[in-house]
């Protein structure tokens, strides 16, 4: 009996316990936050109902900015390992007839500025169908949010889902109509722009900024849409791909395989009618390009074999680098005028493109300031040859003998088997030393001999020692003199 007892006591004890912990899970402080937070919506409400002007634009946006805060707080709770049942069952539902209470205030404010449209104030009503627009989006998100909130809470919101879908489908199509519409509008006042040219006007410009505003908000609520179609459970397929048809844009949906197939059908359909349409004179277009190119490939190599033997075998006595200059930009001439008459073949315009050629030379000359800065080097060591290829050079710090040259870079190869490629802006800036240049070189050298030797003697000695050697010149006389008085040795300079 105690036994048994003591059981319906711990019983009591959890159950009591458990009710005091779920209970406790909605605080005064947060309840009366709560509360709060829906006495303000609520009086805003009543405001909306007679505001005007800036006034309802206030009432509207404090309606949008408390309704946020008063979701955050219901989500906290929600999210709670076991929500108060008893609380949040009602303020979902109370969310559910608020937001459509919202939703259809927004359909009909945005109906009535759309049939104010069409007077002066075109643009400043545009700007506020964006606005009520991108605010029915954020509330048509925030009702699927407290849809999933009833699934967690297991309220019954099948209807509010079913009448959620059909809202949003109906909207998706709306959006889609008027996305392709948009377009096509956006397409030919930038046509009547650009036709316009330099005698363009404020309001031609005027619309075409408007009309790029209105295809960026229909955009965004056409993608708002299909994700909501697609947490839905709705097929959102021919959606994206008249979204990707006109707006271009590459995402992550094109890995979509219905989407990525339909878009490659229409795709290989224009191509079919294209090919059927222009196949034989684009295909004989092409040969021609294809010919003209081989040929020029062919006359530019011919044009380098030339080139290369007549500066090789001229009188000039050319550089290696200078050699290789005139071989290599032959026939780079040679191929880029037969490009451009290829192209030419091809329909391209030649004018527009050489100037695109001149401003792109511009951008690029800016990105590689360093890049030219050794190619102006590069072409100044071109000119004035202090050294070439085979040379034994001291520049830039490095000494070694030079294995190549371009106008970029100069190859240097050190007297241990070290490969070196300097900057050419780093040699021109530098002074070279071009050590094999000069045929002849006097030879420094200092022999020492003791304090009690014979000095005319070793003299002597030296003099005949130099005087024998076969590759020592008779003029300039060779310099064998005493030189210091060192502290251990007498010593003299022989110089030849």
Not at 37 to 45: V, W, Y
Not at 179 to 188: A, D, G, R, S
Not at 432 to 441: L, M, S
Request: proline content about 3%.
């Amino acid at each position: 009996m105690p036994r048994i007892l003591f059981i319906i006591c711990c019983l009591l004890s959890v159950i009591c316990f458990s009710g005091t912990s779920y209970a406790a899970q909605v605080s005064p402080e947060t309840d009366k936050k709560i509360q709060q937070l829906q006495k303000t919506i609520d009086t805003d409400i009543i405001w909306l109902k007679t505001a005007k002007g800036e006034l309802k634009d206030v009432s509207e946006y404090r309606i949008r900015n408390k309704t946020n805060l008063l979701r955050e707080e219901l989500a906290t709770l929600i999210n709670q390992p076991a929500p108060d049942l008893a609380y949040l069952v009602p303020q979902v539902n109370k969310q559910l007839v608020f937001l459509d209470k919202v939703g259809q205030y927004l359909d009909a404010r945005t109906g009535e500025l759309k049939l104010a449209l069409g007077g002066d104030n075109d643009v400043e009503i545009m700007r506020d169908i964006i606005k009520r627009e991108e605010d029915r989006d954020h509330y048509l998100q925030a009702e699927l949010e407290t849809i999933n909130w009833g699934k967690t809470l297991n309220i019954n919101v099948d209807n509010a889902e079913a009448a959620l879908t059909a809202e949003v489908l109906l909207r998706a199509d709306y959006f889609e109509s008027l996305v392709t519409y948009t377009q096509v509008q956006l397409q030919e006042a930038v046509a009547e722009a650009s036709d316009a040219g330099a005698d363009i006007t404020a309001e031609q410009k005027s619309k075409v900024s408007s009309l790029k505003d209105r295809l960026a908000m229909h955009t965004a609520s056409l993608n708002i849409a299909i994700e909501m179609l697609e947490s839905l459970g709705q097929d959102t397929t021919q959606i994206k791909q008249t979204l990707f048809s006109v707006s271009g844009d590459i995402t992550q949906d094109v890995l979509n395989f219905d989407v990525a197939s339909s878009l490659i059908e229409e795709w290989m359909t224009i191509a079919k009618n294209q090919a059927l349409e222009n196949g034989a004179g684009v295909t004989f277009k092409v040969i021609i390009f294809l010919i003209i190119l081989f040929l020029t490939s062919l006359v530019a190599k011919l044009v380098r074999k030339v080139v290369r033997k007549a500066v090789n075998s001229s009188k000039l006595n050319f550089s290696m680098l200078l050699q290789d200059f005139f071989t290599s930009i032959s026939g780079n001439v040679i191929f880029a005028l037969g490009l451009l008459i290829a192209l030419s073949q091809l329909g391209f315009e030649l004018a527009p493109l050489l100037a695109g050629f001149g401003i792109a030379g511009v951008i690029i000359g800016f990105a590689l300031q360093d890049t030219l800065s050794n190619f102006a080097s590069g072409m100044m060591i071109l000119i004035y040859r202090p050294y070439d290829v085979g040379d034994l050079i001291n520049a830039a710090g490095v000494t070694g003998r030079v294995s190549h040259m371009s106008l970029v870079s100069t190859t240097v190869k050190t007297l241990d088997n070290q490969r070196l490629i300097i900057p050419n802006n780093k040699i021109w800036g530098d002074t070279i030393n071009n050590i094999t240049v000069e045929q002849e070189r006097r030879v420094d050298m200092t022999f020492g001999i003791g304090y009690g030797d014979d000095i005319p003697k070793a003299e002597k000695i030296l003099t005949d020692i130099v005087m024998a050697h076969p590759k020592v010149k008779q003029f300039p006389e060779p310099t064998i003199k005493l030189h210091t008085l060192g502290e251990s040795s007498v010593d003299f300079v022989v110089r030849p």
